[in-house]
C-alpha cells in the first residue's frame, strides 16, 4: 500500500545530487561515505546496504508506460550476492532486471557496490508502471538478494523529468497533433476551387 508523502524540492534536489556522486564514484565501501546524505529512501540489513531507492514514472501525469526503479546496492560482505527480483508489494506490477552488460543476472560484488538505473547501469523496468504508483506517494518495494534474502522499503515516486530523466524508464512518445481531415483541407466542387490532387496548369498560349 502507498501512503502519501509531502516532500519539497530541496529534498529531490538532495537525493538526486546523492544518486550522481554514488554513480561517479564506482565500487568499494568509500562509496557510502561519497556525495550528500539526503532524506530519502534506505535501508541496512547485515552487509546489505540499498540507497537512493526510487520509484521513476513516466514525465508526464496520466500516460500509460513503463516506470522505472532506481537505487544503490552495498555489499559489505565477504561473498557476492545477486539480486534475484524486485517486487512491488500490492500491486500487480511487474519488474524486469537487466545487468549492465545486458546479458545474466545483477551481481552485487563483495565489498563494492551496484547502481541500477542510468546510461551503463543495471536496469529495473516496471513493464505496467501505471500500475505501480502515483507521482507523490511512496511506494513499498521489496529487494530479493541471494544471501541476504528479502529487504524492503519505502521508495520516492517521482516523474522522470528534470534531475531524473536519465535515470528513469523508456520516454512513451505524446500522442499525434489532430491534423485536419481531408474534407477540411479539400477545396474546390461548388465552392469553384481547384479539386484536390489537380492543379491549375499553364496553357501554354
Known amino acids: 500500500m502507498s501512503r502519501n508523502l509531502r516532500r519539497g524540492a530541496l529534498a529531490a534536489t538532495a537525493i538526486v545530487f546523492s544518486i550522481a556522486a554514488l554513480s561517479a564514484c564506482g565500487a568499494g565501501n568509500n562509496a557510502q561515505t561519497l556525495g550528500v546524505r539526503p532524506d530519502h529512501a534506505a535501508v541496512t540489513v547485515d552487509d546489505l546496504k540499498i540507497q537512493n531507492a526510487l520509484v521513476i514514472t513516466q514525465p508526464e501525469r496520466g500516460?500509460?508506460?513503463p516506470a522505472a526503479i532506481s537505487a544503490?546496492?552495498?555489499n559489505n560482505g565477504r561473498a557476492p550476492q545477486v539480486l534475484e527480483?524486485?517486487?512491488l508489494p500490492g500491486s500487480s506490477a511487474t519488474v524486469t532486471l537487466k545487468s549492465?552488460?545486458?546479458a545474466g543476472p545483477i551481481t552485487v560484488p563483495a565489498n563494492g557496490?551496484?547502481?541500477?538505473g542510468g546510461a551503463g547501469n543495471a536496469s529495473a523496468v516496471i513493464e505496467n508502471g501505471t500500475e505501480a504508483a502515483r507521482v507523490g506517494d511512496a511506494q513499498q518495494v521489496v529487494f530479493?538478494?541471494?544471501r541476504t534474502g528479502d529487504v524492503g522499503l519505502e521508495a520516492f515516486?517521482?516523474?522522470a523529468d528534470s534531475y531524473f530523466k536519465d535515470f528513469g524508464p523508456s520516454i512513451v512518445p505524446a500522442p499525434p497533433a489532430a491534423t485536419p481531415t481531408a474534407s477540411a483541407?479539400?477545396?474546390g466542387g461548388e465552392h469553384g476551387g481547384t479539386p484536390s490532387g489537380e492543379t491549375n496548369a499553364p496553357s501554354g498560349h
Not at 557496490?113 to 541500477?116: E, K, P, Q, T, Y
Open 100 to 102: 549492465a552488460k545486458g
Open 72 to 74: 544503490t546496492l552495498f
Open 85 to 87: 527480483s524486485i517486487s
Open 63 to 65: 500516460v500509460k508506460g
Open 185 to 187: 483541407t479539400a477545396t
Open 157 to 159: 515516486v517521482v516523474p
Open 113 to 116: 557496490s551496484v547502481v541500477i
Open 144 to 146: 530479493k538478494l541471494s
